[in-house]
């Protein structure tokens, strides 16, 4: 949905966490912001072109070659008053009143302007992806599901298995079992928005029901997800289609990654789990780095995950274990902070 790429700069997070806060709720869903708080990461950041608009860096980390790169507009978080600034780059001073600061933004960015064209929803579809079974990919993009919803977002979850199964977290979960709708699925021009909204499901999120058997048992190839997808996204009903597919890698995952918006890879703390996904990576070639995702799930230690073969933009986050027999799994979800983070980095 998102057109807008704004990246700040600073090593002091008291300061940084509010000033994000404040950013996601005055533009909701409107820009993507990315956060950089550690010298390192952003030494390696920015030792690969970036496509920036918006630019807001703590004064001691701003250096001329910042310049080389393609950005739009800088702004320079300084401790000092009524400094100027040349060109695409000007001053503003770090501790003003929050709405000045935020006034200050909008005129020496024109963020209003550029924000104009964006308010239309606009479905963006977000892949979840595993290079190994039992990383957690259902837990993660349901309870990204389900904190989007919490907060007002129009959600579609779409189970993209060969054999769904979902249940675990979303207890009442249906199935289609009416014998017509999969004479329907087998003729892809006959389906249609308003024959596959008769099936979406209402929850904590909508859902795309399960089918009733396996694709193979019910003569389906794999694609009527693709149409399911594409139909769906074409009404901009939504304003996030979350995929969750199966932990295979064949031609049909690729499609779908290679249409998707956004990409979340989840992996576990292992070596096994690292392999795979170095290996998936190499096959994938080239991708997006500024819309695909990494999340580590039940991690051991507070690691960074590494990827010797491809410098992209990662968002390693720890996800709990969240089971309970008397508690609603999606409630325990909505609630964690890591999913939280999770979703606020994926709007």
């Not at 002091?12 to 533009?27: A, G, R, T």
């Not at 990383?135 to 599901?145: D, E, F, R």
């Not at 274990?321 to 609603?328: A, I, K």
Request: aromatic share 12%; net charge negative.
């Amino acid at each position: 949905m998102a057109d807008i790429r704004v990246v700040i700069i600073d090593t002091d997070e008291n300061y940084i966490n509010p000033f994000h806060n404040k950013l996601l709720l005055e533009y909701w869903g409107l820009i993507n912001v990315e956060i950089i708080t550690d010298i390192d990461y952003f030494n390696k950041f920015f030792s690969y072109p970036q496509k920036i608009d918006l630019l807001i860096i703590e004064e001691s980390l701003f250096i001329d070659n910042l310049k080389k790169h393609d950005i739009d507009s800088i702004v320079i978080l300084t401790e000092k008053r009524n400094q100027e600034g040349k060109d695409n780059v000007s001053f503003l001073y770090k501790y003003s009143k929050t709405n000045e600061l935020f006034a200050e933004l909008e005129g020496r960015c024109n963020l209003s302007s550029k924000l104009s064209n964006l308010n239309e929803r606009n479905t963006q579809v977000i892949v979840f992806s595993s290079a190994n079974g039992g990383a957690g990919k259902t837990t993660v993009s349901m309870g990204v599901s389900a904190y989007l919803s919490s907060i007002g977002k129009k959600v579609l979850y779409i189970n993209s298995g060969y054999l769904q199964n979902f249940d675990f977290i979303l207890r009442e979960s249906k199935c289609i079992l009416d014998n017509e709708a999969y004479i329907t699925f087998n003729k892809p021009k006959q389906i249609t928005f308003s024959f596959l909204n008769k099936y979406i499901e209402k929850s904590t999120f909508d859902y795309w029901p399960a089918f009733k058997l396996p694709l193979i048992s019910l003569g389906l190839d794999y694609s009527v997800y693709q149409i399911i997808i594409d139909v769906i996204k074409e009404q901009n009903e939504y304003d996030y289609i979350i995929v969750d597919t199966d932990s295979c890698f064949d031609n049909n995952k690729m499609e779908l990654i290679g249409k998707a918006d956004k990409t979340v890879f989840v992996i576990n703390q292992s070596k096994a789990s690292y392999d795979a996904t170095n290996i998936m990576m190499k096959s994938i070639g080239n991708i997006n780095s500024v819309n695909t995702f990494f999340v580590c799930n039940n991690c051991i230690k507070d690691e960074r995950v590494t990827n010797n073969r491809f410098e992209i933009s990662e968002i390693v986050e720890k996800i709990e274990n969240l089971e309970s027999d008397e508690v609603n799994p999606l409630e325990l979800l909505m609630r964690d902070g890591y999913i939280k983070n999770i979703s606020f980095l994926l709007m």
